[in-house]
Antibody
Framework: QVQLQESGPGLLKPSGTLSLTCAVS?????????WSWVRQPPGKGLEWIGE???????NFNPSLKSRVTISIDKSNNQFSLKLTSVTAADTAIYYC????????????WGQGTLVTVSS | QSVLTQPASVSGSPGQSITISCTGT?????????VSWYQQHPGKAPKLIMY???NRPSGVSNRFSASKSGNTASLTISGLQAEDEANYYC??????????FGSGTEVTVL
Protein backbone atom coordinates (compact mmCIF):
# COMPACT_ATOMS: atom_id res chain seq x y z
CA GLN A 1 0.00 0.00 0.00
CA VAL A 2 1.49 3.33 -1.06
CA GLN A 3 1.80 5.88 1.71
CA LEU A 4 2.78 9.55 1.58
CA GLN A 5 4.08 11.54 4.54
CA GLU A 6 4.72 15.27 4.62
CA SER A 7 7.38 16.80 6.85
CA GLY A 8 8.74 20.27 7.49
CA PRO A 9 8.53 23.28 9.80
CA GLY A 10 5.07 24.14 11.07
CA LEU A 11 5.78 27.81 11.75
CA LEU A 12 7.35 30.41 9.47
CA LYS A 13 7.91 34.13 9.63
CA PRO A 14 6.59 36.41 6.88
CA SER A 15 8.96 36.80 3.92
CA GLY A 16 10.53 33.44 4.70
CA THR A 17 10.66 30.30 2.56
CA LEU A 18 8.35 27.34 3.14
CA SER A 19 10.08 24.00 2.60
CA LEU A 20 8.24 20.68 2.79
CA THR A 21 9.18 17.14 1.85
CA CYS A 22 6.90 14.25 0.96
CA ALA A 23 8.29 10.78 1.60
CA VAL A 24 6.77 8.00 -0.49
CA SER A 25 6.72 4.47 0.92
CA UNK A 26 5.26 1.21 -0.30
CA UNK A 27 5.97 2.07 -3.91
CA UNK A 28 8.50 3.75 -6.19
CA UNK A 29 8.35 7.44 -6.93
CA UNK A 30 9.53 6.53 -10.42
CA UNK A 31 6.62 4.24 -11.20
CA UNK A 32 3.80 6.74 -11.38
CA UNK A 33 2.61 9.66 -13.43
CA UNK A 34 2.87 12.88 -11.48
CA TRP A 35 3.29 13.99 -7.87
CA SER A 36 1.48 17.07 -6.63
CA TRP A 37 1.22 19.55 -3.79
CA VAL A 38 -2.22 20.78 -2.75
CA ARG A 39 -3.01 23.22 0.04
CA GLN A 40 -6.07 24.14 2.08
CA PRO A 41 -6.30 27.31 4.17
CA PRO A 42 -8.09 26.69 7.47
CA GLY A 43 -11.81 26.35 6.86
CA LYS A 44 -11.46 26.87 3.11
CA GLY A 45 -11.22 24.85 -0.08
CA LEU A 46 -8.48 22.98 -1.86
CA GLU A 47 -5.93 24.73 -4.08
CA TRP A 48 -3.60 22.89 -6.46
CA ILE A 49 -0.07 24.22 -6.16
CA GLY A 50 1.83 22.24 -8.75
CA GLU A 51 3.20 18.88 -9.83
CA UNK A 52 6.38 17.13 -10.87
CA UNK A 53 7.01 14.05 -12.97
CA UNK A 54 9.75 11.54 -12.24
CA UNK A 55 11.45 12.84 -15.38
CA UNK A 56 11.75 16.24 -13.70
CA UNK A 57 9.08 18.00 -15.77
CA UNK A 58 6.78 20.26 -13.75
CA ASN A 59 3.63 22.36 -13.97
CA PHE A 60 2.42 25.06 -11.60
CA ASN A 61 -0.65 27.03 -10.60
CA PRO A 62 -0.24 30.35 -12.46
CA SER A 63 -1.09 32.29 -9.31
CA LEU A 64 1.84 30.74 -7.43
CA LYS A 65 4.28 29.96 -10.23
CA SER A 66 6.69 32.80 -9.52
CA ARG A 67 7.22 31.62 -5.93
CA VAL A 68 7.11 27.82 -6.25
CA THR A 69 9.76 25.19 -6.86
CA ILE A 70 9.02 21.46 -6.80
CA SER A 71 11.85 18.96 -6.97
CA ILE A 72 12.14 15.19 -6.94
CA ASP A 73 14.74 12.99 -5.22
CA LYS A 74 14.44 9.52 -6.71
CA SER A 75 17.30 8.09 -4.63
CA ASN A 76 15.36 8.84 -1.43
CA ASN A 77 11.89 8.26 -2.93
CA GLN A 78 10.66 11.72 -2.04
CA PHE A 79 9.71 15.03 -3.55
CA SER A 80 9.77 18.54 -2.14
CA LEU A 81 8.06 21.92 -2.24
CA LYS A 82 9.60 25.34 -1.78
CA LEU A 83 7.45 28.47 -1.60
CA THR A 84 9.25 31.78 -1.24
CA SER A 85 8.23 35.16 0.18
CA VAL A 86 5.45 33.71 2.30
CA THR A 87 2.73 35.80 3.92
CA ALA A 88 -0.15 35.03 6.26
CA ALA A 89 -2.19 34.12 3.17
CA ASP A 90 0.06 31.08 2.74
CA THR A 91 -1.07 29.65 6.08
CA ALA A 92 -2.67 26.33 5.21
CA ILE A 93 -2.64 22.58 5.51
CA TYR A 94 -0.28 21.34 2.81
CA TYR A 95 -0.94 17.94 1.27
CA CYS A 96 1.24 15.91 -1.04
CA UNK A 97 -0.64 13.66 -3.43
CA UNK A 98 0.17 11.17 -6.15
CA UNK A 99 -1.31 10.01 -9.43
CA UNK A 100 -0.17 6.49 -8.73
CA UNK A 101 -2.47 4.16 -10.65
CA UNK A 102 -3.81 6.54 -13.25
CA UNK A 103 -3.21 10.02 -14.60
CA UNK A 104 -5.39 13.06 -14.06
CA UNK A 105 -6.52 12.15 -10.55
CA UNK A 106 -4.96 11.80 -7.10
CA UNK A 107 -5.46 8.36 -5.64
CA UNK A 108 -2.95 8.69 -2.82
CA TRP A 109 -2.69 11.55 -0.35
CA GLY A 110 -0.54 12.37 2.63
CA GLN A 111 -2.22 13.21 5.92
CA GLY A 112 -1.37 16.89 5.50
CA THR A 113 0.77 19.23 7.54
CA LEU A 114 -0.28 22.63 8.90
CA VAL A 115 2.06 25.47 8.08
CA THR A 116 1.42 28.75 9.87
CA VAL A 117 2.99 32.03 8.75
CA SER A 118 3.16 34.48 11.61
CA SER A 119 5.57 36.97 13.09
CA GLN B 1 -7.28 30.37 -13.03
CA SER B 2 -10.70 30.48 -11.41
CA VAL B 3 -12.07 27.76 -9.19
CA LEU B 4 -14.89 25.58 -10.39
CA THR B 5 -18.27 26.65 -9.00
CA GLN B 6 -20.07 24.37 -6.56
CA PRO B 7 -23.02 25.07 -4.26
CA ALA B 8 -21.79 25.87 -0.77
CA SER B 9 -24.08 23.35 0.85
CA VAL B 10 -26.52 20.58 0.02
CA SER B 11 -28.62 18.62 2.47
CA GLY B 12 -30.89 15.62 2.42
CA SER B 13 -32.57 13.09 4.64
CA PRO B 14 -31.28 9.55 5.06
CA GLY B 15 -32.20 7.44 2.06
CA GLN B 16 -32.74 10.39 -0.25
CA SER B 17 -30.63 11.30 -3.26
CA ILE B 18 -28.74 14.55 -3.65
CA THR B 19 -26.81 16.04 -6.55
CA ILE B 20 -23.85 18.41 -6.40
CA SER B 21 -23.05 20.48 -9.46
CA CYS B 22 -19.61 21.65 -10.54
CA THR B 23 -19.52 24.36 -13.19
CA GLY B 24 -16.39 25.21 -15.11
CA THR B 25 -15.56 26.56 -18.54
CA UNK B 26 -14.59 25.43 -22.00
CA UNK B 27 -10.99 25.55 -20.78
CA UNK B 28 -11.46 22.75 -18.27
CA UNK B 29 -14.60 20.64 -17.82
CA UNK B 30 -15.88 21.51 -21.28
CA UNK B 31 -12.76 20.18 -23.00
CA UNK B 32 -11.59 17.22 -20.96
CA UNK B 33 -13.20 14.15 -19.41
CA UNK B 34 -10.67 14.40 -16.59
CA VAL B 35 -13.12 15.40 -13.88
CA SER B 36 -12.62 13.80 -10.49
CA TRP B 37 -14.44 14.09 -7.20
CA TYR B 38 -13.05 13.98 -3.66
CA GLN B 39 -14.73 13.42 -0.31
CA GLN B 40 -13.18 15.07 2.72
CA HIS B 41 -14.24 14.45 6.28
CA PRO B 42 -13.22 17.04 8.90
CA GLY B 43 -9.57 16.78 9.82
CA LYS B 44 -8.88 14.18 7.15
CA ALA B 45 -7.19 14.17 3.78
CA PRO B 46 -9.35 14.16 0.64
CA LYS B 47 -10.37 10.76 -0.72
CA LEU B 48 -10.92 10.02 -4.40
CA ILE B 49 -14.49 8.85 -5.04
CA MET B 50 -14.97 9.37 -8.79
CA TYR B 51 -12.61 9.89 -11.73
CA UNK B 52 -12.70 10.45 -15.49
CA UNK B 53 -16.19 11.95 -15.06
CA UNK B 54 -18.09 8.79 -14.18
CA ASN B 55 -15.71 6.06 -13.06
CA ARG B 56 -15.68 4.78 -9.50
CA PRO B 57 -12.47 3.52 -7.86
CA SER B 58 -12.47 0.06 -6.38
CA GLY B 59 -13.93 0.09 -2.89
CA VAL B 60 -16.08 3.18 -3.31
CA SER B 61 -19.78 2.67 -2.74
CA ASN B 62 -21.96 2.36 -5.83
CA ARG B 63 -24.27 4.89 -4.21
CA PHE B 64 -21.93 7.47 -5.76
CA SER B 65 -22.36 8.27 -9.43
CA ALA B 66 -21.33 11.18 -11.62
CA SER B 67 -21.79 12.66 -15.06
CA LYS B 68 -20.94 15.65 -17.23
CA SER B 69 -22.80 17.86 -19.67
CA GLY B 70 -21.03 20.69 -21.40
CA ASN B 71 -19.11 22.74 -18.87
CA THR B 72 -20.90 21.24 -15.85
CA ALA B 73 -20.15 18.04 -13.98
CA SER B 74 -22.42 16.51 -11.37
CA LEU B 75 -22.05 14.09 -8.48
CA THR B 76 -25.07 12.18 -7.19
CA ILE B 77 -25.23 10.41 -3.87
CA SER B 78 -28.16 8.03 -3.66
CA GLY B 79 -29.48 6.36 -0.52
CA LEU B 80 -27.89 9.10 1.59
CA GLN B 81 -26.29 7.83 4.78
CA ALA B 82 -24.93 9.55 7.87
CA GLU B 83 -21.37 8.63 6.83
CA ASP B 84 -21.81 10.68 3.64
CA GLU B 85 -21.79 13.88 5.66
CA ALA B 86 -18.58 15.55 4.50
CA ASN B 87 -17.20 18.15 2.13
CA TYR B 88 -17.02 17.29 -1.56
CA TYR B 89 -14.69 18.79 -4.14
CA CYS B 90 -14.60 18.43 -7.89
CA UNK B 91 -11.42 18.86 -9.89
CA UNK B 92 -10.61 19.17 -13.57
CA UNK B 93 -7.56 19.19 -15.79
CA UNK B 94 -7.26 22.37 -17.84
CA UNK B 95 -6.03 23.45 -21.24
CA UNK B 96 -3.12 25.18 -19.49
CA UNK B 97 -1.81 21.77 -18.29
CA UNK B 98 -2.84 22.65 -14.74
CA UNK B 99 -5.57 21.51 -12.40
CA UNK B 100 -8.38 23.43 -10.79
CA PHE B 101 -10.57 22.47 -7.83
CA GLY B 102 -14.15 23.32 -7.13
CA SER B 103 -15.11 25.66 -4.32
CA GLY B 104 -16.38 22.76 -2.26
CA THR B 105 -19.81 21.61 -1.09
CA GLU B 106 -20.73 20.73 2.46
CA VAL B 107 -23.18 17.83 2.53
CA THR B 108 -25.44 17.60 5.58
CA VAL B 109 -27.54 14.56 6.38
CA LEU B 110 -30.65 15.79 8.17
Amino acid sequence: QVQLQESGPGLLKPSGTLSLTCAVSGGSISSTNWWSWVRQPPGKGLEWIGEIHESGSSNFNPSLKSRVTISIDKSNNQFSLKLTSVTAADTAIYYCAGQYNKAYLWDYWGQGTLVTVSS
Amino acid sequence: QSVLTQPASVSGSPGQSITISCTGTSSDIGTYNYVSWYQQHPGKAPKLIMYDVSNRPSGVSNRFSASKSGNTASLTISGLQAEDEANYYCSSYTTSTTYVFGSGTEVTVL
